[in-house]
C-alpha cells in the first residue's frame, strides 16, 4: 500500500508563493501520473495538475496556468507542487494522489488510487 505525505502548506499573503512536496513512502513516483487536488470548504475536489507517467508531460487546471508548476524527483520519490501568484481563491486543502489511468481521464479525481491526507494553503492578507 503506498502512501502519500504532503507537506509545504501554510499561511501566505495574496501574490506569494509556496511550494507544496509530496513524498511517496514506497514504489516509484515513475510508474504513476502524479495529480495535485484541492478542496475548498463547501466544495468539490478540483484538478489541479499532473504529471503524466508516460510522456513526462504536465497539466494545469485553467485556474493556475501560467501560476502554478508541477515538477518530480525521481531519486527523492517526491512530486512538487510550485505555486505563485496566489490569490484568496487558491485556499484550499491540496492533495496529491496516484494512478495509472489513461491521459484521456487524469482530470478526475474517481481514477485515483492513492491519496495523501492533504495540506492546508491559505491566501490571505
Known amino acids: 500500500q503506498v502512501q502519500l505525505v504532503e507537506s509545504g502548506g501554510g499561511l501566505v499573503q495574496p501574490g506569494g508563493s509556496l511550494r507544496l512536496s509530496c513524498t511517496a513512502s514506497e514504489g516509484s513516483i515513475r510508474t504513476y501520473t502524479v495529480g495535485w487536488f484541492r478542496q475548498a470548504p463547501g466544495k468539490e475536489r478540483d484538478f489541479v495538475a499532473a504529471?503524466?507517467?508516460?510522456?513526462?508531460?504536465?497539466y494545469y487546471a485553467d485556474s493556475v496556468k501560467g501560476r502554478f508548476t508541477i515538477s518530480r524527483d525521481i531519486a527523492k520519490n517526491t512530486v512538487y507542487l510550485q505555486m505563485s501568484s496566489l490569490r484568496p481563491e487558491d485556499t484550499a486543502v491540496y492533495y496529491c494522489a496516484l494512478t495509472q489511468t489513461v491521459l484521456s481521464a487524469i482530470r478526475n479525481s474517481k481514477y485515483y488510487n492513492y491519496w495523501g491526507r492533504g495540506t492546508q494553503v491559505t491566501v490571505s492578507s
Open positions: 504529471f503524466h507517467r508516460s510522456n513526462s508531460n504536465t
